[in-house]
């Protein structure tokens, strides 16, 4: 997502006015009741905040955990806290988490789309160790910066948070029979990637 700290924090006050809760801060469910409909068609729209600056990628977690495992352990059954623990038994190498190639293909897609170098604002993770992030560098020469903060502080991290809830959400009510055509529209030119969405 490109957008500055003043037009995030604009983003979120925008929110504020339509919705109107007291909550502190702010999460797609939201957006995402039926009340607040025309809010969540605003902000997704082609006159919304995010037009042409967002992207977001959609991945089914258990899928890609279990090929990876597959890979690397062969097969591995149970529940998905299994996956989990061999995850964390890789060490620094990450090749199990996804947010690790999730960050590389981000770099990669505003770097070579926008060109210069790319700074990354992100949600803190424990997984997102200072090693990691020399790591990522490594790996992606147009990464100049991965800065950790807090969400409840920062506008951006929260408006990315709205908009990968809401995909999220959107994408599991279509996988279960229960698609939201309009949303789904909406949400088509944001989605990077292999697309669930091919209509």
Not at 6 to 14: F, G, H, P, R, T
Not at 17 to 36: D, F, G
Not at 129 to 145: H, V, Y
Not at 152 to 170: K, M, N, T, Y
């Amino acid at each position: 997502m490109r957008l500055s700290h003043e037009e995030a924090a604009a983003c979120v006050a925008s929110l504020r006015r339509m919705i109107k809760s007291p909550a502190l801060e702010y999460k797609a469910n939201h957006l995402l009741r039926e009340k607040n409909r025309w809010a969540l068609l605003w902000f997704l729209g082609p006159a919304g905040p995010l037009a042409g600056r967002a992207r977001v990628q959609l991945v089914d977690k258990r899928l890609l955990l279990a090929s990876r495992v597959r890979a690397e352990f062969g097969a591995v059954t149970g529940p998905l806290e299994h996956y989990n623990d061999l995850l964390r038994a890789r060490g620094p190498r990450g090749t199990l988490d996804p947010l690790f190639p999730a960050i590389l293909r981000a770099v990669a897609q505003w770097h070579f789309s926008g060109g210069g170098s790319v700074s990354i604002v992100h949600d803190q993770q424990l997984s997102l160790t200072d090693g990691r992030i020399r790591q990522l560098k490594k790996l992606a020469p147009g990464l100049e910066s991965l800065t950790l903060v807090d969400s409840q502080h920062d506008a951006r991290v929260q408006v990315a948070d709205f908009l990968a809830g809401i995909a999220r959400r959107v994408a599991e009510d279509e996988l279960n029979g229960r698609p939201d055509r309009e949303v789904i529209a909406l949400l088509r030119p944001f989605v990077a990637g292999p697309r669930m969405w091919h209509a």
